[in-house]
């Protein structure tokens, strides 16, 4: 794939987590992929493979160990925090639980004009900006004047992806913005999501644990594993044509949309990610595991067409 005029490019970052008695977690361990403008990157994997740190990564809203990130072709992980603060506007993230993302002690009204001020918007635009937003996200304006726990969480949720747009992001980072809420509200959630790239222009990196969600809303998916991308393609053809057992097993094992429950994808745990693990970290989960696949970790590559995996059954 061209790599020019991505809107985001993360290459081989990893972030290690120092623990107690000097070990070294490595929650994210060797990432690359990009984003090209008004594309939606799915990001996929059970609990604890290291999703939210790469989000966090991507936007830098923690510093990594190794590896670079790049917006717009400009290397974000060298600025100093005053040219983060301008590179800012253009990369949001949205997060998981909407009753936890706003002050309990400030109005909607005024948690939207902070946000106004702090990407210079005058109090006027400020408000024009936020009743146009409203009106392309279903808000009612009555809202504007609530405390924040007297909203549902899907309202607060797309609150906070209104807050989000207001200083017109390319990018959006979205933390599992749907696991927290009704069924009934997820289905819509997920809507006015896929819309944002055509009513926003906004690309996204949409984090999931639910392969269902993915199918529905993203162009391509990564699946991770204990800190990397174990396989990686477009949407219909990491479906069409799954390479990686790990994949295969997310597959298997989907929730109906809305059922909550985390999924149990294969066999087992993943191996304690502070442990020293020589040979590939699937294999003792893996049913089509072998010999060498429990020596030697596979290294990542294309496979097929822009379709690239990390497993020596393939
Ligand atoms: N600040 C931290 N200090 C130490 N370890 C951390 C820290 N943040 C995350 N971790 C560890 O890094 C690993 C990856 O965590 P992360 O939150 O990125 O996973 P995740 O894929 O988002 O999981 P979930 O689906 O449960 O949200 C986990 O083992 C976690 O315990
Ligand atoms: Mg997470």
């Given at each position: 794939m061209d790599k020019a005029g991505m809107l985001l490019e993360v290459k081989d970052v990893a972030k290690y987590f120092s623990l107690k008695g000097g070990r070294l977690l490595r929650a994210v361990n060797g990432v690359s992929f990009s984003i090209a403008a008004h594309e939606i990157l799915g990001i996929v994997g059970e609990s604890g493979c290291g999703k939210s740190t790469l989000g966090r990564l991507a936007l830098r809203l923690i510093e990594p160990s190794a590896g670079q990130v790049f917006f717009r072709g400009e290397e974000i992980t060298a600025l100093g925090r005053r040219e983060i603060t301008r590179i800012r506007a253009g990369m949001q993230m949205v997060f998981q639980n909407p009753f936890a993302s706003f002050n309990p002690r400030i109005r909607i009204a005024g948690a939207l004009m902070e946000v106004c001020r702090y990407y210079g918007m005058s109090a006027e635009a400020g408000r024009e900006r936020i009743a146009s937003l409203f009106g392309d996200i279903g808000l009612s304006e009555g809202l504007l004047g609530r405390w924040p726990q007297e909203l549902s969480g899907g309202q607060l949720q797309r609150l906070a992806i209104a807050r989000a747009l207001l200083s017109e992001p390319a990018l959006i980072v979205a933390d599992e913005p749907i696991s927290a809420l009704d069924v009934s509200v997820q289905a819509q959630l997920l809507n006015l999501l896929g819309d944002l790239r055509s009513t926003h222009a906004a690309a996204m990196l949409f984090i999931s644990h639910d392969m269902t969600v993915v199918e529905y809303l993203c162009d391509r998916v990564a699946v991770m594993y204990m800190g990397k991308i174990v396989e990686s393609a477009s949407t219909p053809e990491i479906f069409a044509n799954t390479l990686h057992p790990y994949t295969r097993s997310l597959i298997a094992a989907v929730p109906r949309l809305g059922g909550g429950d985390r999924i149990i994808p294969a066999r087992g745990e993943p191996p304690n990610p502070a442990e020293k693990i020589s040979g590939c970290p699937f294999a003792p989960r893996c049913?089509?595991?072998?010999e060498r696949c429990r020596r030697e970790a596979p290294e990542i590559r294309e496979a097929l067409d822009g379709h690239i995996v990390s497993c020596h059954q393939i």
């Open positions: 049913p089509e595991a072998g």
